[in-house]
DNA sequence: GTGTTTCGATTACATCTGTAGTCGAAGCAG
DNA sequence: CTGCTTCGACTACAGATGTAATCGAAACAC
């Protein structure tokens, strides 16, 4: 019975700014990484390369040698966390109704006349 | 100035589930906090009062006597919360745009059709 | 070929979090 | 009064997290 890998593994906050450099593109090494976090996080390369190890132990990315260093590539769909998330705040928050989430998001005036009018938009095709 | 209380203290996980019961219904003793998790949370009494003094620090409830025990509050409304909660998401995943996030919400099949049409109709009424 | 740079691996260390246990004071049972 | 209970305060302690520093091996500079 091969691994099973459903990776559970939470993602950090720290290692979630490493893992949008890597579904940006990819693979890339430490260096590159650390580079492509630089503008948001102004972290050492250590540090980095420390988020690295920890995602890897995660099974949340993978490595291939390169050379004398390793080039890392995500094993997790940005797609993929991006609904558990978002699965999680609304079990947590609005009792896993996504209809409280909209009115929350529409009262608390996160919505602007644009934002309703493409979300309109968007139902209607959904409905087809 | 009187005290600048914004308070950006984070909530964890734990203490999420203790202010839900202060959200719920307040004030409560440390006891009345504990019975009230309880059927989510298997925790002991003291784990619950640990809670509470955490969230004591960090200046998101305040406790007054009454006699020789405390009656918690929250200081910190839900809707605050859940405003906060949701924009730290939107921010994160979504680069701060709803549309995307309830595109997503969408398409990863977490939205029935009875939902599109309760989205739909409160659309229609923010509009008006 | 020797010093310097660079890599990944290992170690460090403070803080936060989850989950209690202990302790001294106050109150209750009798 | 005297022991049992209950409260809040303080202490504990392991694992996760943020943020690196250090170390030995390999590669590069000359």
Redesign the pocket.
Same mark, same amino acid.
């Given at each position: 019975m091969t691994e099973k890998n459903a990776s559970p #593994? =939470?993602? *950090? $906050? %720290? #290692?979630?700014a490493v893992m949008e450099a890597l579904w940006q593109r990819a693979p890339l090494? %430490?260096?590159e990484v650390a580079e492509a976090v630089a503008p948001n =996080? $102004?972290?050492?390369?250590?540090?980095v +390369?420390?988020?690295l *190890?920890?995602l890897?132990a +995660?099974n949340i990315i993978a490595?291939q040698e390169d050379? =004398? =260093?390793?080039l890392y590539r995500p094993l997790v769909a940005r797609e993929d966390y991006v609904t558990g998330e978002s699965r999680r705040l609304v079990d947590r928050l609005f009792g896993g109704r996504v209809m409280p989430l909209v009115a929350h998001l529409a009262e608390s005036d996160q919505l602007s006349p644009q934002d309703i009018a493409e979300i309109e938009a968007l139902l209607k095709e959904l409905k087809s």
């Open positions: #593994e =939470r993602i *950090s $906050d %720290a #290692e979630h090494t %430490a260096q =996080r $102004d972290w050492s390369v250590q540090t +390369k420390t988020l *190890s920890r890897l +995660k490595h050379g =004398r =260093r390793y």
